[in-house]
């Protein structure tokens, strides 16, 4: 099931919510569990119990692991973790190799639920976080119907206590409300509405394809996928935050990076600062000379480049990062914090237009092709009719994405909240949220084209 | 307390919003066919294990409550109102044009084309001479009224698939292509606006122009009534990209003051009758959303047109049709002009049972007409049917 659906707003929505607030606190997380699984059954039957397994796996390694550092045989201790981790990773792999091969399709959220686990055992066995010895809150922890199919990666850290102790609030309910209607108009409006250009324009002729229509199509990509996983994780936290959980950021307007060093400091948050906590660091870090560093940044960038998908184009898009890092960490860094703000930013977003054009076409025939397009190689004409239709038709849509990628919402919302009579705030807000309700299923409703493009992960 | 009063409005907005679409949704009975849209609704899917288990019920759950969604309608018209303020000026290959007109896109699929263009000069080798045999090829909105198209479009013109007609059709027929004549009369209503069809005037600019070429003397508008059947016609592009700001079409249509002639539809190979009735014009149809449908009660397989009056050069000529539904609002100008007129649509004649491949010298007929629009030539996938 995914948010963005009549299934999910008409039926599972209403429900979850009318019978978590009607059962007393102790009966809240089972409610929980239950319609997690419901929730992500309804498009996998039969993987749900893959993910089960991993559960139970994990509840009862992570019993078994507590209990051998009590008694302080580490080496057994050790063992033990390094089993639900190879196992969540064989499962990963198996099931990533399978589907890029056409043989199986993919587990929905598999990336990220066997990275929860694993985050779990892990905090479990450094101390990070205390055992959970309720197999049911456990699998509350991993099935959270919020973040389960498309993250953020809620580290076990983050939310260890607020499964057993949190409060639900009218302020943070209201949050909440705010966080999903975004969410929501940012994928069904922005996302799906921008997101077909793309698909429309790589679909056509090599000849058709002019430079100023081929670099629309990779702003449309740009686009969309940020406006379709950001939304999702807005919806994720937004509906985390009605069951009273506060779960982290996962990205921090992306798009005004200044640098690409930056940018991953803002995109996808969740997922770089697992690899950070939980393979740069291990491995060393920056701890142990600096070549030994940017073999662990090559390490990390392989892996992040995997597992999104395991196509050499992944592969290439996470080593593309990987060299940009490095370069901007040994000296390119420095250099742009000295150069005008603007120049910075373009340098920015041409690096990641670029590598999103990589991640987006798998073909690498199609890809040459695309960016020969794009920078007017092999006889392309440099703009077209298309172009302009193009242009004048999603023009005003790009520059209502422009905006949204930017805070200036934020700093709205912030201006009326302090300046604002009180009447502003509760009235503001409400309207907003009801225009963005209104405009998403007015969207949903007259839709033929919903994909989501995480959906693979 | 003040501080919350914020975030308890929120809240209780959004439950109302939320709880209010899933009520309203489950409440309201189930529509079956949506007239803004001019399609049918999915009813509520079977929940069986097996539709479950393969995902199939979800699917199908999904799109009954899109389908059966409350205000659907509403939201489908509020959401391309909101695209075309955005500056979106094409949806769902329909251009939304100036003065409230909606102008469908043509693109020239010329495999389709040329395919169809052989399949109908193989016929007519077959056949008739060609002084005998006729192509008419209607323009469509798009071609007539291109300045009102917007700024930036991807429309081609149908000249260029005229040109490839009159190259395959060659010596097999006789290609009439009514466009300038048309064109003449561009400041009248020729053409509806929420419709992909040209009116019944538009057509008879049409029918003055090809009966030029079929020798045939045009019967003179001002002797036939006129009747202004309706002011609510919302076409068939607009139910393609329905706007919640549109104007609706005229509907005029023009029969005959005192010919006596019969309209039958029937099943070709056994001469069976299956309807009769002493117009073309269906007046029930126009209660109904398609009111382009009144013209004949819409496509049949065959339909056989007998004036029972016919004057001298009438008399003992016979029409052969092969139509689209272009062909709705011109055939009626030929009644007078043959003792017999038969229409066969393609789309819906049973061409397996009948040898339609010497259907021109089987009937006996005077002449043939294939009367199409050009954008129905340069998609339809039935002409196959003309090789049977």
């Not at chain 1, 430079?211 to 937004?238: E, H, K, L, P």
């Not at chain 1, 987006?360 to 239709?389: C, P, Q, W």
């Not at chain 2, 198209?149 to 260029?160: C, K, R």
């Not at chain 2, 079929?214 to 202004?228: A, E, K, V, W, Y």
Request: include cysteine; charged fraction near 20%.
């Amino acid at each position: 099931m995914i948010f963005s659906s009549f299934t999910f707003l008409l039926y599972f929505l209403p429900a979850v919510l009318l019978v978590y607030y009607a059962a007393p606190r102790k009966i809240k997380n089972y409610v929980l569990l239950l319609f997690s699984l419901v929730f992500y059954a309804w498009g996998e039957p039969k993987y749900v119990f893959l993910m089960i397994l991993s559960i139970i796996i994990a509840y009862l390694f992570g019993l078994y692991i507590y209990n051998q550092k009590q008694k302080n045989q580490i080496g057994k201790a050790k063992i033990a973790l390094a089993v639900p981790v190879v196992v969540n990773i064989a499962f990963l792999v198996f099931f990533k190799v399978a589907y890029t091969t056409g043989m199986l399709p993919l587990p929905i959220g598999i990336s990220f639920y066997t990275f929860q686990v694993m985050s779990y055992i892990i905090d479990v066995y450094r101390d990070d976080a205390k055992l959970q010895r309720n197999p049911f809150s456990l699998g509350t922890y991993v099935t959270l119907f919020p973040q389960l199919i498309a993250g953020p990666i809620v580290r076990y850290q983050t939310v260890a206590d607020q499964i057993d102790d949190r409060r639900e609030t009218f302020d943070k309910f209201s949050e909440g409300v705010v966080r999903f209607s975004t969410g929501l108009a940012k994928k069904v409006i922005l996302a799906n509405g921008i997101g077909y250009l793309f698909t429309e324009i790589q679909a056509l002729p090599h000849n058709e394809i002019s430079v100023v229509t081929a670099w629309i199509g990779a702003f449309a990509y740009t686009f969309q996928i940020y406006f379709d996983f950001s939304g999702y994780s807005d919806m994720a936290i937004g509906l985390g935050k009605m069951f009273g959980f506060d779960f982290l950021e996962n990205f921090n307007y992306p798009y005004i990076s200044k640098s690409i060093t930056e940018f991953w400091r803002r995109w996808h948050i969740s997922l770089s600062t697992w690899f950070r906590d939980y393979v740069y660091i291990p491995l060393g870090g920056n701890r142990k000379g600096i070549g030994r560093q940017y073999i662990n940044i090559a390490v990390v960038w392989g892996l992040t480049g995997l597992w999104h998908g395991f196509g050499w184009n992944f592969f290439a898009w996470g080593m593309f990062y990987c060299v940009l890092l490095i370069v901007e960490k040994s000296f390119l860094l420095k250099r742009l914090e000295k150069i005008p703000a603007v120049f910075a930013h373009i340098y920015t977003m041409f690096l990641v237009i670029i590598s999103w054009v990589l991640f987006a076409i798998e073909d690498a025939n199609a890809l040459l092709s695309y960016v020969k397009s794009m920078f007017g190689i092999g006889g392309v004409t440099f703009a077209d009719n298309r172009a302009l239709f193009y242009i004048v038709n999603y023009g005003g849509m790009f520059i209502i994405a422009i905006i949204a990628c930017t805070p200036i919402t934020k700093k709205i919302k912030t201006w009326v909240c302090k300046n604002g009579d009180a009447i502003y705030k509760n009235v503001a807000i409400p309207v907003a949220v009801l225009v963005l309700l209104s405009l998403s299923v007015a969207f949903l409703a007259g839709e033929s084209f919903n994909p989501f493009l995480y959906f693979r992960f | 307390m003040k501080k919350n009063i914020g975030s308890i409005i929120t809240t209780l907005l959004f439950l109302v919003f939320i709880f209010g679409m899933s009520i309203g949704t489950m409440a309201m009975k189930d529509r079956d066919f949506s007239e803004v849209e001019n399609r049918n609704l999915s009813s509520r899917p079977k929940l069986t294990m097996k539709t479950l288990i393969d995902g199939t019920y979800g699917k199908d759950l999904e799109t009954y409550s899109s389908d059966q969604l409350i205000f659907k309608d509403t939201m489908v018209k509020f959401k391309n109102q909101v695209l075309r303020t955005t500056g979106r000026t094409r949806i769902n290959n329909v251009y939304l044009c100036k003065e409230n007109m909606f102008i469908q896109e043509y693109r020239e699929d010329t495999k389709t084309l040329t395919e169809n263009l052989s399949y109908i000069r193989d016929w007519c080798k077959g056949n008739l001479d060609k002084n005998h045999t006729f192509v008419c090829i209607a323009p469509n909105a798009s071609e007539i009224y291109d300045e009102n198209l917007p700024a930036a479009d991807m429309n081609q013109s149908e000249s260029v698939s005229v040109s490839k007609a009159v190259d395959i059709l060659g010596d097999a027929a006789t290609v009439i292509n009514p466009l300038e004549s048309i064109k003449e009369h561009k400041d009248e209503y020729i053409y509806y606006r929420t419709d992909h069809h040209w009116t019944m005037l538009g057509a008879y600019y049409g029918y003055e122009n090809a009966a030029k070429h079929m020798g045939i003397t045009p019967i003179f508008l001002n002797d036939m009534n006129q009747i202004d059947v309706s002011e609510k016609f919302y076409g068939s592009l607009y139910s393609q990209a329905p706007l919640m700001i549109t104007k609706p079409d005229d509907m005029t249509l023009y029969d005959y003051k005192d010919l006596k002639y019969s309209v039958s539809q029937l099943n070709y190979k056994t001469g069976e009758v299956l309807t009769e009735s002493n117009s073309f014009i269906v007046e029930e149809d126009l209660t109904k959303k398609d009111k382009y449908a009144a013209l004949f009660g819409g496509n049949f397989g065959c339909v056989k047109i007998t004036n029972s009056q016919p004057n001298d050069e009438a008399k003992g000529k016979s029409l052969l049709v092969f139509k689209d539904s272009y062909a709705n609002s011109i055939i009626p100008y030929f009644i007078g002009n043959y003792e017999s007129i038969t229409m066969i649509d393609l789309r819906y004649f049973d061409y397996m049972t009948n040898d339609i491949s010497k259907l021109g010298l089987e009937g006996k007929y005077s002449d043939v007409l294939f009367m199409y629009n050009a954008s129905f030539i340069n998609s339809d996938t039935n002409f196959l049917g003309l090789e049977f």
